[in-house]
């Protein structure tokens, strides 16, 4: 893999809600500005704004999306700075408005001029499949679901996957988020592999379950800030290979599966 | 013949995986190479050959055929008709055997079938 040129923009989205879009979308800007490069993170959740939150820059914000795409403002005045980390940019969500404030060509044309200035700008999707969704993926160049080990969550990652297709966007890469691996040896949980193969797309992360997340989340700190929790770990391990490099997939993942690594020898089933 | 009607009216060649929410309807025999997801659905007025994992939803000989027919590298469908016939699999079915299997209707019940050996289906599933 030779790695994503700069400028990437790159959609984390899931279809189903509550399966951690915004705390994956929030520690891999993290991950991402610790490893030099310049982020920006767009919340595409107009109206149910929450990544500034998770992130602990809601008392910051001054404009937002729509303003942005209204004409009130300068898209570099709405850029919030994160001052705990050079280089991490958050463009937040209207609070008031709904998700047809925003066109699917507006959004290209925001991302079109965040990627002048930025290595990455990660767009935190809403849950769906309706107008936010068109808009989330609109400028995108590749996308990142996030799918928890349940049956649920990972038909509608299929559903959304199915989509992105349709849209063209390249084969999108998988992040199995919440995994707790003493209930997949028991076998009361779906494994990694079971997502893989049900998914047929490429694995790029596995988050464990970590209470960890909780407790960061609520602080308005992203767990990737700080060393010593598996989930940051987890999110750091994924930014570097959205980086494009190799990095191996630790024991936690519980993935020695045949069938996937077959996928991975021939980069896509 | 429905069946011979449903044959002059050409296959559908599908060449791509059926994810959830995709849904393929045809006027005639539709091919799949590749799988059908849980949350897929096909209609055909006529048979439906799955070269792939087959776990969505299928329905052959739409148009009320009873001679319609159903074949998949690994047959198991959320839920399969053929003509007038809904059938789901059995709960204690669990898996698949690994092998090319056919559906059919036979005095108005599904039946299901190996389409090969044991021998020649293990090649099927790594």
């Given amino acids: 893999m030779g790695g994503w040129p700069v400028g990437e923009v790159i959609v984390i989205t899931s279809g189903k809600g509550g399966v951690g879009k915004t705390t994956t979308t929030a520690n891999l800007g993290v991950a991402l500005a610790q490893l030099g490069m310049k982020t920006c993170l767009v919340d595409a959740d107009i109206g149910l704004r929450n990544l500034d939150v998770v992130l602990g820059l809601e008392n910051r914000i001054v404009y937002d999306l729509v303003d942005v795409v209204e004409g009130f403002c300068r898209l570099r005045q709405a850029l919030i700075r994160d001052k705990r980390l050079e280089g991490l940019n958050l463009l937040p969500a209207a609070q008031t408005k709904d998700k047809t404030a925003v066109t699917p060509e507006q959004m290209r044309q925001v991302t079109d001029e965040l990627r002048q200035e930025f290595d990455y700008i990660l767009i935190d999707s809403p849950a769906g499949i309706e107008q936010g969704f068109k808009n989330a993926i609109a400028g995108a160049d590749r996308a990142v679901i996030v799918a928890t080990p349940e049956v649920a969550s990972v038909r509608d990652a299929d559903r959304i996957i199915g989509l992105l297709e349709a849209a063209e966007l390249p084969p999108a890469r998988l992040v199995v988020n919440r995994l707790r691996p003493g209930m997949v040896r028991k076998g009361d949980m779906m494994s990694v592999d079971d997502i893989v193969d049900i998914l047929a797309i490429d694995l790029i992360g596995v988050v464990p379950e970590d209470e960890q997340i909780v407790v960061t989340t609520n602080r308005g700190e992203p767990a990737a800030l700080t060393q010593g929790s598996r989930a940051g770990d987890a999110y750091r391990a994924i930014a570097r290979r959205i980086r494009g490099e190799d990095v191996p997939f630790a024991e936690i993942d519980d993935r020695t599966g045949f069938l996937s690594r077959l996928r991975r020898i021939f980069g896509q089933a | ?126």
């Fill in chain 2, 1 to 126: 013949m429905e069946r011979g009607r449903s044959r002059t009216d050409g296959a559908l060649y599908v060449r791509r995986t059926l994810r959830a929410g995709q849904r393929i309807a045809h006027d005639g025999d539709v091919i799949v190479l590749g799988d059908v997801h849980a949350g897929a659905e096909i209609r055909a007025a006529g048979d439906v050959l799955v070269f792939g994992h087959l776990r969505g939803v299928v329905h052959a000989g739409a148009l009320g055929s009873e001679q319609a027919m159903v074949c998949a590298w690994r047959l198991e469908p959320v839920q399969l008709r053929i003509g007038h016939v809904i059938a789901r699999p059995p709960d204690a079915r669990e898996e698949a055997p690994g092998v090319p299997e056919i559906a059919r209707l036979e005095d108005g019940q599904v039946v299901i079938e190996r389409a090969l050996g044991p021998e020649d289906g293990r090649m099927a599933r790594g």
